[in-house]
Each structure stands twice: as C-alpha cells, then as structure tokens.
C-alpha cells in the first residue's frame, strides 16, 4: 500500500495534472456556496491579481526579465475599456479583446526596446514607464477623467442583459483565470518555453549557450512580454467592468511592486504561483484592515508594507523558489507544471 507521501506524488505527477487542475477548477466553482458575500468579493480581488501575477512569472521566471510596470498595461486595459464603451457604446466583451490586442501591440513595440537591456536596468525603466503612464492619466483629464477617475463603466453584459451582482463577476474573473492557467501551462511545455529555460539562469540555463545553439532570444522573450502584457490588459478591463470606476491611483508604481512581490512569494518556477501569492498576499492585506483597525485606530497602509517586506524576506530565506517549492518537495521529479 502506498504511503501518504507517495500518493501526493501520484496526484502530482505530470500524467495526473489535468486532474488536479480540473480539481482546482471544481472548488472554485463552488467557493460561493459555502464562502459569504465579503468572501466573494475577496476572491474576486484574488482573481484579477492572480491574472497579472501570471502573465509576470513568466516574464520573469521564464524569460528573465525583471518588470515593476505591469500597472502600465493593467491600467491600459481598464481605461481602454471604459473610454470605448461609455463613449463609443460597444459592446465591453469586444473592446475587451481590443485592448488585449493593443496591449500586445504596446508590449512588443517596448519589449523590443527593452529585450538587450538585464536585471536592475529593465525595472528601472519599467519602473519609470508606470510613472509616466499615471502622469498621462492625470493630464489627459477629458479622456480620462484625470485624478477624479472616470465613472459609469458599464458592466460586462451576458445576454442582451447586465447583471450587477458580485457573483457574476466572480464567476468571469475565475473562468478567464482557468483559461490563460491552461495556456500558460501549455506554454510552459511547449516550443517556447523550452527555449525560454535554456537561456533562463532560474531554469539551469545559459543564454550564451542558447545563442551558440542558434536560440532566437530576442523573439522569445518580446513574445513572452507580449503575452504578460496582455493578461495584465485582461485583468484591468475586468476589473473596469467590475467596480464601474477607475482612477489613476489603483494602477500605480504601488500596484506594480506589489505583483512582483506575489510572483516571488508564490514561486516564478510555475505559474501556479500566481494563485498562491495572491492568494496569501490580498487575504493578509484583507486581514490587517479587519484586525489593525480595532488594535491601533487609523490607517493600515504602514502596517501593510511591513506584512508585505517580512513575508517576502522570509520567503527569499527559507523558500527561495517559492511557495511552489513546498509542493515540488513532494515530487520525485520536476514534472508538474
């Protein structure tokens, strides 16, 4: 008889992934059963940042670039979004589509300028490009709206109808989250993913190896810029749908730093990270501004970036791959992806 252990093995093995995801999808479909209101809401949070955070893993865990700008093509989507359709009156699901396409466009046009530079130097720019983009929200106050946001975004329509209620955001979030899990897992093990390990240091890759094996680097790593840059449109032209308001604020520098932080606690090895860290790093947030409230009396902001600095410095010492490591403890062999 198999012991504990070994069976968790088996259930993570690459011939029974398709379970186990099918299993993740399972509960979350049922997660509104049992969890109250607030607790949809929560998860609605979890899920968008669950979709940024993925499309920076493999950015960063799979290609090697460093990015504090996922804000910028966040907040493109969402304001793409909510211009067209309060203005234009399409329908949200194709401008939808639309932004996604023009973030991609973005994405690769930046990604070529950027794909030569490494480490530090990328954030740095990176970092500089999501001030400037909140800088143009603020001055282009009668597209955008400026720093007051821009309000009465439409939600998004199922049938000829617009559903209001939390639950049907749940639900779109999650199925849109499932999805780009699945082709980000068939990524991962397809042509280019496999090119991308051999030029990424995280992977036991080399990229002067991979040049002298005639590896195209440059068009690997913009594709897979390219491919963050429009989960990252996604979740914001979601988000935009779901809260109906937007402002400049929620797609700043604050929101950048804040996926990289998930990335590396949840684990760049695997985008099933994504969904670990945030997970872990919105129900702590959640936490603080139940409990600090009623212990200390005001705002939770310091107190969050002090959760947020501990929990990544005791990753970084004790997980240095990730929450994902734990489960790959488990495994005989890296084949769960």
Same mark, same amino acid.
């Given at each position: @008889? /198999?012991?504990?252990?070994?069976?968790?093995?088996?259930?993570?093995?690459?011939?029974?992934?398709?379970?186990?995801?099918? #299993?993740?999808?399972?509960?979350? *479909?049922?997660?509104?059963?049992?969890?109250?209101?607030?607790?949809?809401?929560? *998860?609605?949070?979890?899920?968008?940042?669950?979709?940024?955070? @993925?499309?920076? !893993?493999?950015?960063?865990?799979?290609?090697?670039? !460093?990015?504090?700008?996922?804000?910028?093509?966040?907040?493109?989507?969402?304001?793409?979004?909510?211009?067209?359709?309060?203005?234009?009156?399409?329908?949200?699901?194709?401008?939808?589509?639309?932004?996604?396409?023009?973030?991609?466009?973005?994405? !690769?046009?930046?990604?070529?300028? #950027?794909?030569?530079?490494?480490?530090?130097?990328?954030? +740095?720019?990176?970092?500089?490009?999501?001030?400037?983009?909140?800088?143009?929200?603020?001055?282009? /106050?009668?597209?955008?709206?400026?720093?007051?946001?821009?309000?009465?975004?439409?939600?998004?329509?199922?049938?000829?109808?617009?559903?209001?209620?939390?639950?049907?955001?749940?639900?779109?979030?999650?199925?849109?989250?499932?999805?780009?899990?699945?082709?980000?897992?068939?990524?991962?093990?397809?042509?280019?993913?496999?090119?991308?390990?051999? =030029?990424?240091?995280?992977?036991?890759?080399?990229?002067?190896?991979?040049?002298?094996?005639?590896?195209?680097?440059?068009?690997?790593?913009?594709?897979?810029?390219?491919?963050?840059?429009?989960?990252?449109?996604?979740?914001?032209?979601?988000?935009?749908?779901?809260?109906?308001?937007?402002?400049?604020?929620?797609?700043?520098?604050?929101?950048?730093?804040?996926?990289?932080? @998930?990335?590396?606690?949840?684990?760049?090895?695997?985008?099933?990270?994504?969904?670990?860290?945030?997970?872990?790093?919105?129900? =702590?947030?959640?936490?603080?501004?139940?409990?600090?409230?009623?212990?200390?009396?005001?705002?939770?902001?310091?107190?969050?970036?002090?959760?947020?600095?501990?929990?990544?410095?005791?990753?970084?010492?004790?997980?240095?791959? +990730?929450?994902?490591? !734990?489960?790959?403890?488990?495994?005989?062999?890296? /084949?769960?992806?």
């Amino acid at each position: @008889m /198999r012991t504990v252990k070994e069976k968790i093995r088996a259930l993570l093995s690459g011939r029974e992934h398709r379970m186990v995801l099918a #299993l993740f999808a399972v509960v979350l *479909m049922t997660v509104p059963l049992v969890a109250g209101p607030y607790g949809v809401i929560v *998860m609605v949070d979890v899920g968008l940042y669950s979709i940024v955070t @993925m499309g920076l !893993i493999l950015l960063m865990g799979f290609a090697g670039q !460093i990015s504090l700008g996922q804000g910028v093509f966040f907040g493109l989507g969402a304001y793409m979004s909510g211009i067209i359709t309060t203005r234009c009156g399409l329908s949200p699901w194709l401008v939808l589509l639309v932004a996604a396409v023009a973030a991609g466009a973005v994405a !690769i046009v930046v990604g070529r300028a #950027l794909v030569r530079l490494r480490g530090l130097i990328v954030a +740095g720019v990176t970092l500089a490009l999501n001030l400037v983009f909140c800088s143009l929200v603020v001055s282009l /106050r009668d597209l955008t709206g400026g720093a007051t946001g821009l309000p009465l975004i439409p939600r998004l329509p199922l049938g000829g109808f617009a559903p209001s209620n939390t639950l049907f955001s749940y639900y779109v979030v999650w199925i849109v989250a499932i999805l780009l899990l699945v082709f980000s897992l068939n990524l991962v093990n397809s042509r280019t993913g496999r090119a991308l390990k051999s =030029v990424n240091l995280l992977a036991g890759g080399s990229e002067d190896t991979a040049q002298v094996l005639g590896v195209d680097i440059i068009r690997y790593k913009v594709q897979v810029f390219a491919v963050g840059a429009i989960y990252a449109s996604i979740a914001g032209s979601l988000y935009a749908h779901y809260t109906g308001c937007i402002e400049p604020g929620a797609f700043g520098v604050h929101f950048s730093v804040l996926v990289a932080i @998930m990335a590396i606690i949840g684990g760049m090895t695997s985008p099933w990270g994504a969904f670990l860290g945030a997970g872990l790093i919105v129900s =702590v947030n959640e936490a603080l501004r139940e409990v600090m409230p009623a212990v200390v009396g005001g705002s939770t902001g310091a107190y969050e970036l002090i959760a947020y600095g501990s929990i990544l410095v005791a990753t970084l010492l004790f997980l240095p791959q +990730g929450l994902m490591s !734990i489960w790959r403890r488990l495994q005989p062999q890296e /084949r769960f992806r």
